[in-house]
């Protein structure tokens, strides 16, 4: 890196990365007096809370014809050449394709919360925390999901919200199905409206404006959310840090984390500036990992086994997870059903009866007005939905790098959960007449594990605080760090793991 320049102020802190684990410990640690930097790969996004926080860079989301140059930031896999193909460098999503499971990962400053369903719940499998350090437990862990669900205005949802198309009211009669029952305390992360029918602009104390929910506007789904109706990361956590002094760069693209040993900072982080083209670096005696967990373990095995900056890590790559990610399409195309309406996701469902079925939701797709296609087509889509299975997968996959490439392994057939999903489905299927389309390799949003928390490097990649066993001053606060699948949407299981490990630099 002998033409990278240097960056002239230096932090106390970098972190990597502006998801769930980022954003969160980027905030926390400003807003208590530390000097913290957070690198970016993608753009700020172009929304109404974003413009009225005053940032002059933005880029539009994937709308009409830049749907299919927008929406794909690149392509890799196991098998592709050079490992992964970067077709915009400000495209919304990355898909990666490795053996046994396919990966789809986002990209612009708030992360994943972008694209995520906003459904805020706690881990669904029982004990999650216990028995992977003893200086973690589900008791220490609970006040940091109370803060996260706090910051984020987290609400549970009732019938005075008067949310159309949900599955209560859908399956209600069905003979065949049945709405599935919540999980405990379920929340929402959207600003639902006053008036269903009029939905109005507001303005919180830090200045951000946002609209409530449309319900009939259907552009709050995983192609992002231009109102603000949807809460992400941007302006629930990051704007009220940055007037507490939070620097955020965006387009800067890690590429490297070297630790050094005879300079007065501890770690030195190599980039890519996209909006100046040119590499450069920055120093910090603490860096947060937290670039979501694909992207962080290949950083971590570049910087360890490519450029020699880190050491140990001999469990890097083990117990590899996807959450029991499974997708499908339901072709449920009855002319009078608009799936659009309400909210993206509308709630669990099951076979009647079936009280031990996986969890399983979906919704409509997002912004069907936008896509550039034929008025009939579009009808077409708006009357069917994806569909989604999720839970407790074995974690038995494994991530690894060969010869400067990522390479992921997941034997999805031993965990039972994706034959059980796939029965469901299927029966869903049979009984209605209705299809549900899917593929025979599980795809995730929701990759988890391979720098796992353990009580040692023997067991674990991560110590109680976060810390990465052998390289002291880097730590892992993404899905990455995670020890089990949550078995459902994992959003606020990041973000508690990351108030935690913020809190340990408070004290």
Known sequence: ??????????????????????????????????????????????????????????????????????????MGGNRFPGNRIRLNKRGLFELFFGKGSAIACSSGVGGGSHIYSAVHVRP?????????????????????????LERMGSITPTAEHGIPNTSAERFRDSEFLEPAAPPPDPRLGYLLPKDPVNPVKVTDAYGVE?????????????????????????????????????????????????????????????????????????????????????????????????????????????????NGDYFGFWNYNEPSLDQTRGLPTTGG?????????????????????????????????????????LGEDAMNGTASMDRGKLKVSFPYGISPIFARIRTVFDEIG????KKIYMFKTPLTVHPTGGACLGSSPENGVIGANGEVFDNEGLYVADAAALPRSPGGPPSMTIAAWAEHIASQFER
């Open 1 to 74: 890196m002998a033409s990278a320049s240097v960056s002239s102020n230096t932090p106390q802190v970098i972190v990597i990365g502006s998801g769930f684990g980022g954003a969160v410990c980027a905030a926390r640690l400003a807003e208590a007096g530390h000097s913290v930097t957070l690198l970016e790969r993608g753009p700020w996004w172009d929304t109404v809370p974003v413009r009225s926080m005053g940032v002059d860079r933005r880029v539009a989301l994937p709308r009409g014809r830049q749907l299919f140059t927008r929406t794909l930031r690149g």
């Open 349 to 389: 469902v099951q076979l009647k009866g079936d009280d031990g079925s996986p969890m399983i939701g979906g919704g409509g797709f997002p912004s069907v007005d936008s896509y550039p296609l034929p008025k009939r087509l579009r009808k077409w889509i708006k009357r069917g939905c994806f569909i989604a299975g």
């Open 210 to 322: 946002r609209y409530e929910v449309d319900y009939e506007g259907n552009d709050n789904g995983f192609l992002g959310s231009p109102s603000g109706g949807k809460t992400t990361l941007d302006f629930a956590y990051l704007a009220p840090a940055m007037r507490a002094g939070l620097v955020v760069r965006d387009m800067c693209e890690v590429t490297a984390i070297v630790r050094q040993h005879y300079s007065s900072s501890r770690y030195r982080v190599e980039y890519t500036d996209h909006h100046a083209g040119q590499k450069t670096m920055l120093e910090a005696d603490h860096v947060i990992l937290a670039a979501g967990a694909l992207n962080t373990l290949r950083l971590l095995f570049h910087s360890r086994d490519v450029v020699g900056g880190l050491v140990g890590m001999p469990q890097l790559g083990q117990r590899y997870g996807t």
């Open 124 to 148: 669904l499998v029982d004990k999650y925390w216990e028995g992977h350090n003893p200086a973690i437990s589900d008791e220490i862990m609970a006040p940091h999901y109370d803060a996260v």
């Open 430 to 433: 049979k009984r209605t007449g």
